[in-house]
Nanobody
Framework: QVQVVESGGGLVQAGGSLRLSCAASGRTFSMYVMGWSRQAPGKEREFVASIPWSGGSPYYADSVKGRFTISKDNAKNTVYLQMNSLKPEDTAVYYC?????????WGQGTQVTVSS
């Protein structure tokens, strides 16, 4: 079993920054990717960013390219999402995913609210 826990959400004004963290624990020895998705009220969950766990380039949704940066700390089994130049439309619950052994494990989510 794998546990995924996000942290770092909150309320920020438009143009501001936040950094989300996500730690995976448990049977993570075959983890191959971690990433973030988000779900705004009344909308479907959408992909934000992902990063291969053993090397390779990160991948971003067009809506966040140039503003968000995903990074990782392999020793801590932790992935980060640095969010800059935040916009009200970035308001959503952000969910972290750990891909392990062909199964996606999701966290409970952390709320990000961007005020205009």
């Amino acid at each position: 079993q794998v546990q995924v826990v996000e942290s770092g959400g909150g309320l920020v004004q438009a143009g501001g920054s936040l950094r989300l963290s996500c730690a995976a624990s448990g049977r993570t020895f075959s983890m191959y990717v971690m990433g973030w998705s988000r779900q705004a009220p009344g909308k479907e969950r959408e992909f934000v960013a992902s990063i291969p766990w053993s090397g390779g380039s990160p991948y971003y949704a067009d809506s966040v390219k140039g503003r968000f940066t995903i990074s990782k700390d392999n020793a801590k089994n932790t992935v980060y999402l640095q969010m800059n130049s935040l916009k009200p439309e970035d308001t959503a619950v952000y969910y972290c995913k750990a891909g392990v052994g062909g199964i996606n494990y999701w966290g409970q989510g952390t709320q990000v609210t961007v005020s205009s």
